[in-house]
């Protein structure tokens, strides 16, 4: 123990002469000089008068990487842009970037390494449910600040977490609503991978078909994490003849289920399908081919017509290559720094409890993805969009919902 | 009573190894550390166990098993559905459909506790369940292999399958086991807060005691006349078969005590960590413990202890330094002491210091064998020993 005071000693005195040194040094800097650091950074956070550390926690290896490369990305180039731009009240943002590894228990130790040793402001990272409820006990305890980028089942809401993302119910309700009355569909086939995402995401699909548009559940079907063999469910949905399937299959399975799919004589001429779990990024391994005519519901699309996603994609292209495509997530990953930025700017201060209070109310005005509201219960407001698959690979939007209010715990749907 | 002393922790150079083992967890990491990266070491403690259990097993007796992740993970899977239980008391959880149950239960429509999470409501039924669960079902993989005389390769692909079956099957039933989640969210034991810096340093000092402990009983083990037996029947089989023993008895009795001991890791680790998935029960943690135990020098218990230290901090730091590199410079790491030091950190001792007398004392017995130099090949068919 006695080291550690000694250590703190040593730290408290570095800090001091660091102060000291920059306060000489950076006069000229108007925010530092109107937010002083002892005053904006009273808990001891990694925060300088010329920096501030902000951790990326993703997994660059194992099999999540895929998936997790491009929220990296956009969380970068979104710092990048941020720190060219003079940074969160004149203070650079210096990354520290840690590996999850595909591995729950690895996002739980660098989370704390992140938030205990490191000391960052805030944490832009994980994208699995597994991985956000690894390390959510470890921001509890730190009281840290993680913002969440993927969509995800809800019935979670947490003081120390930003969701980003669209909860279960944003997702499925306007989806389901505009495919009844689009399709004048009455029967659902319900097929998810076997996950608490996919489960809770049918729970409310079931219940809201059954009670609010008076249809029917033909079939529900759930298959192991990878796997590929499709079959079986196959010629169920052939005898059921659903109107509509309902799918929210992840990862390699996916690329499986439509390939089977389209040999069984099941494309889109024959068959309605509305996916959630199905982005740009998915499109890039299943082939646009494959599913040419299909419906996703996500709150963004690559192909959105505005200026600022017009700027975001190109941006975007232009550090990461003409090749990288944007989908769903990394675009609310891209939302992560800026609403940061915001909350900080809001709160006149990087303190967590502060910083926490500040961003609910906020309005983001120029995300790629339209306008977006950060409410009470630390979710987005967002509105929700239906895109229809080319075999080019991106989607061409065919519905737009109005704003949809968060609701991470629906009455009704339980 | 001296003398037996001494036997136990074998001899002068065994005591010196063990004082300076107790030393470095007792003393040198909790001063020299802060808290984050003392709880590091003692999850990294906790797979220390794993390793020790595997001297025990594959260094001295010449089985190999490679679903050591199983026992791990039914230890912790104990300690996680006892914890779990105590974190979803009825007021906690009222926002449920059924309130009372773990939280993934109901997200997973289960409206009743299913039978076999009774016992683990109870805190003495749960440490005995992490003791009796993990070695009677290594009783009964064991009584299925070694009666019909499976040994070898064909003993180490069982036990891979076995871990993989386990891990499927908890992934599989969700509701029941919390699936790839894991069982997460653990706060408190009869409520003690084990989240709190005084709760990570006492649960770090019960760990290192059981650790030691362990070490102890293993030690005890191998200096006993079954010790000598086990090494026997790693090297000739067949001559102690014919000698009159049953060998299939003793390879169940020893694999039964390495399950116990990798149960207590996994139960610490559950303590120390505050979840348990089943990410730690497949295949993939199972082979790394055995990287561990040969990194150590799969002869030596102590070996075993600094073995997984020293992998698990290289992975630590590596992965902090290069977050894109860091599995290669792992894989290299592995290369270079499976090339330069066959056995391990233990070989580079032995290489540059005296024997370790609880070793040599086998040398008497088995003067070609029981040096613990073993020559590389040797390491390689050590599976088809068996």
Redesign the interface.
Known sequence: ????NR?GFMKAGGALVGALLAAGLITTNAFAADFPTAKVNTTGLAVTDTTVKVGILHS??GTMAISETGSIQAEKLAIDQINAMGGILGRKIEVI???G?S????F???A??LL??DKVAAVMGCWT??SR??V??VFE?ENGLLFYPTFY?G?EQSKNVFYTGQEATQQVIAGLDWIAKEKKAKTFYLIGS???WP??SM?IARKHIEKNLKGSVVGEEYI??GDTQFGSVINKIKLKKPDVIYAAVVGGSNVAWFKQLNAAGLNSTKQTMLTISVTEDEVLGIGGENLAGFYSAMKYFQSQDNPANKKFVAEFKKKWGAKSVIGDVTQAAYLGPWLYKAAVERAGSFDVDKVQAALPGYELKDAPEGPVTVEKNHHLTTKLRIGQWQKDGQAKVVYTSGYIKPDP?PKGY? | MNASLSKLVGGKQGAIGLALLAALIFVVLPLGVDIFRLNLVGKYLTYAFVAVSLVLLWGNGGILSLGQGIFFGLGGYGMAMFMKLEASDPITTKIQTTPGIPDFMDWNQITELPWFWHPFQSLPLTILAILVIPALFAYFIGFAMFKRRVGGVYFAIITQAIALILSILIVGQQGLTGGVNGITDLKTVMGWDTRTDSAKYILYYVNGILLIGSILLSKYILNSKFGMLLLAMRDKEERVRFSGYDVSNFKIFIFCVAAMISAVGGAMFTLQVGFMSPSFVGIVPSIEMVIFCAVGGRMSLIGAVYGTLLVNYGKTVFSETYPELWLFLMGGLFITVVMFFPNGLAGIYEKYAKKIKFLRKFSDAQPEKAADVVPTNEIKEMGAKA
Request: no cysteine.
């Open positions: 123990m006695s080291t550690l250590r660059a290896t970037q840690e590996d590894a591995d729950w228990p690895t739980a130790e660098k704390k390494k205990a040793s449910s597994a409820k690894a959510l006990p305890k089942e019935l076997d996950y608490i489960r809770t729970k192991a994490l715990f339980q």
